[in-house]
């Protein structure tokens, strides 16, 4: 597997581990309206949008512009991405308004569950088409470009 790809598949399984925890934590607030499960959520969302969450949309968005240049015709999707890339710290901040509100338990689960789902979908797009579609079609000079234009982050798994 190219290394970049493989580093960014590496932070999904670690998110997917997160939202998977967040999800079970949603579930147990939305049965015993206890604030520890609340906070634990919010816990939880912040170690998912940690400082290499930018980095890491930045790097794919790189892939994203490559394979644009590439002249493949792209599945739909992959065009999405870029939308999904700009939405997150917007989403980011409407969850952490959440936190401070008086919603409803149930109301808060539920937009807490739309992230989750919206998050996985993201996730899914990524690494069933666009991911395996770099593979196929960047051209080792523009993995060069790749390589020049990308950003480490704290948790670095690519080397040389
Ligand atoms: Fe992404």
Redesign the pocket.
């Known amino acids: 597997m190219n290394k970049y790809i493989e580093e960014l598949r590496h932070y999904h399984s670690r998110n997917s581990k997160l939202l998977d925890q967040l999800s079970d934590t949603v579930k147990r607030y939305q049965n015993s309206k206890d604030k520890n499960h609340k906070t634990r959520m919010f816990d939880i969302v912040r170690q998912i949008h940690d400082i290499d969450e930018p980095v890491h949309?930045a790097n794919?968005e790189i892939i994203r512009e490559e394979l644009i240049q590439a002249n493949v015709h792209l599945h739909p999707s992959i065009q999405m991405?870029q939308r999904?890339?700009e939405g997150f710290a917007r989403i980011v901040h409407r969850l952490f308004d959440l936190e401070k509100s008086r919603l409803p338990a149930v109301q808060i689960c539920e937009h807490i569950q739309n992230y989750i789902t919206n998050y996985f979908d993201?996730m899914d797009c990524?690494e069933n088409f666009f991911f395996p579609m770099a593979e196929k079609h960047l051209s080792d000079v523009q993995w060069t470009h790749v390589a020049q234009k990308w950003h480490v982050t704290a948790t670095r798994q690519v080397s040389g």
Request: proline letters at 0%.
């Open positions: 949309h794919e991405l999904d890339h993201h990524e």
